[in-house]
């Protein structure tokens, strides 16, 4: 089953998204905390609020650089709630930090993945989750796809998540979701357009002109009319209604 996370921190963007029950949480790292005016000292706000808006996990990531300094914060965002996941980066620091956290049961994921050697790290850390970046593998000339998909390969079975962060577009996510990569972080405005396609759109608006000039609907059995066909529940379904 694939799993959709939202990569925000921006409430007003999260809200309708978190209503529709697609997304499975949210994901959030100290940038998108700053676009949304928000610093970590607003993480516990926004995970309450979070949760309450209908997020199963939130992503909180530590901004210590050693690794003794990265288990403190760590332990410290879990103490939230049990819906938190650790993010750490996947530096030397953060993988060590990742092994000591995994091994006192606290779910991390190694964010910043490039290469797929990282990924063998992670897994070898005990991670629950790593998060490659797509987007920029590419823009930086690596072949984001391909390493994805190996990464996807050496965790497979290991207890270890890819979870694709820093997607362009709707194709690039499905390629990937074809492939057998189980997990995304999207933008808001990349949920939007997962959610809308042209032409199913296009379908829609015809639906509902025809049934605004009543060439469809549904009404109450009339057997004595002999108008419209009774489907099994009962229900007298006009011509064209299907």
Do not use: C
């Amino acid at each position: 089953m694939t799993v959709l996370y939202l990569d925000s921190a921006d409430r007003a963007a999260l809200a309708p998204l978190l209503a529709t029950g697609l997304f499975a949480g949210v994901t959030t790292n100290p940038l998108l905390l700053q676009r949304a005016g928000l610093g970590q000292a607003d993480l516990p706000a926004l995970h309450d609020w979070a949760i309450a808006a209908g997020a199963g996990t939130v992503f909180a990531q530590t901004l210590a650089e050693d690794p003794d300094g990265i288990v403190v914060e760590g332990l410290r965002l879990r103490e939230l709630s049990d819906r938190v996941v650790v993010k750490v980066p996947a530096t030397r620091a953060g993988l060590t930090a990742t092994r000591r956290l995994a091994d006192r049961q606290v779910p991390v994921l190694v964010t910043a993945v490039y290469h797929a050697a990282q990924a063998v790290l992670a897994g070898a850390a005990g991670a629950r989750f790593i998060a490659p970046y797509l987007g920029r593998m590419s823009a930086a000339g690596r072949d984001g796809p391909a390493q994805i998909r190996t990464m996807h390969q050496i965790l497979a079975g290991s207890g270890t998540q890819t979870l694709v962060a820093s997607i362009k577009s709707v194709d690039d996510l499905v390629r990937l979701a074809a492939a057998g990569v189980p997990s995304f972080t999207v933008g808001p405005a990349l949920a939007d357009e997962l959610l809308h396609d042209e032409l199913t759109d296009g379908a829609v608006r015809k639906f509902l002109a025809a049934a605004a000039r009543g060439g469809a609907g549904l009404s109450r059995p009339d057997t004595g009319s002999g108008l419209g066909r009774a489907g099994p529940d009962g229900l007298n379904f006009a011509p064209g209604a299907i």
